[in-house]
């Protein structure tokens, strides 16, 4: 494969692993929320608790960081080069932070996890993919944002 299709394809594959990550994020989520529904009636979870986590202001937050990574399928495929790699890469690192936080509130169940340990390895593949994208082997042709 030439370095110009291999780069081209950077704006295929990006949105590809975002969209990877948002789904896991997603599965997660609902999972999550499924068990947690399943153990508030067995007096596991507190009523407190509950309130804590799902108040407006959490979910606003949790909707912005999701916000953030559905973002990033559309950016990766449309931003100019300079743009593209730095939101990649800044975004996939604020990903790995609040993954990584949230391991540590509450008790989060195993599969959980499991999900944890599919989306941090992505993000680290898309930092490294965006880091090792050369703008000299980029591609004009590509879609770009005037």
Same mark, same amino acid.
């Given at each position: 494969?030439?370095? $110009?299709?291999? $780069?081209?394809?950077?704006?295929t594959?990006?949105?590809?692993l975002?969209?990877?990550?948002? !789904?896991? +994020?997603?599965?997660?989520? =609902?999972?999550?929320?499924l068990?947690? !529904?399943?153990? &508030? *009636?067995t *007096?596991?979870?507190?009523?407190? =608790? &509950? /309130?804590a986590?799902?108040?407006?202001?959490?979910?606003? +937050?949790?909707?912005? +960081?999701l916000?953030?990574?559905? =973002?990033?399928v @559309?950016?990766?495929?449309?931003l100019?080069?300079?743009?593209?790699? @730095?939101? $990649?890469i800044? &975004?996939?690192?604020l990903?790995?932070?609040? *993954?990584?936080?949230?391991?540590?509130v *509450?008790?989060?169940?195993i599969?959980?996890?499991?999900?944890?340990?599919i /989306?941090i390895?992505?993000?680290f593949? +898309?930092?490294?993919y965006?880091? $090792?994208?050369? /703008?000299?082997?980029?591609?004009?042709?590509?879609?770009? =944002?005037?």
């Amino acid at each position: 494969m030439n370095s $110009n299709k291999m $780069n081209s394809d950077r704006r295929t594959i990006l949105p590809l692993l975002w969209i990877f990550y948002v !789904l896991n +994020i997603l599965y997660a989520d =609902v999972l999550n929320n499924l068990g947690s !529904l399943a153990t &508030v *009636g067995t *007096g596991q979870i507190t009523d407190k =608790v &509950v /309130e804590a986590l799902l108040n407006p202001q959490m979910i606003l +937050i949790a909707a912005f +960081i999701l916000e953030a990574a559905m =973002v990033m399928v @559309i950016c990766s495929r449309v931003l100019p080069y300079k743009i593209n790699r @730095i939101m $990649n890469i800044s &975004v996939a690192i604020l990903e790995i932070m609040v *993954g990584i936080a949230a391991l540590f509130v *509450g008790e989060p169940p195993i599969y959980y996890y499991f999900f944890t340990a599919i /989306e941090i390895p992505t993000l680290f593949f +898309i930092i490294w993919y965006a880091w $090792n994208w050369t /703008e000299s082997a980029f591609d004009n042709n590509s879609p770009t =944002v005037s």
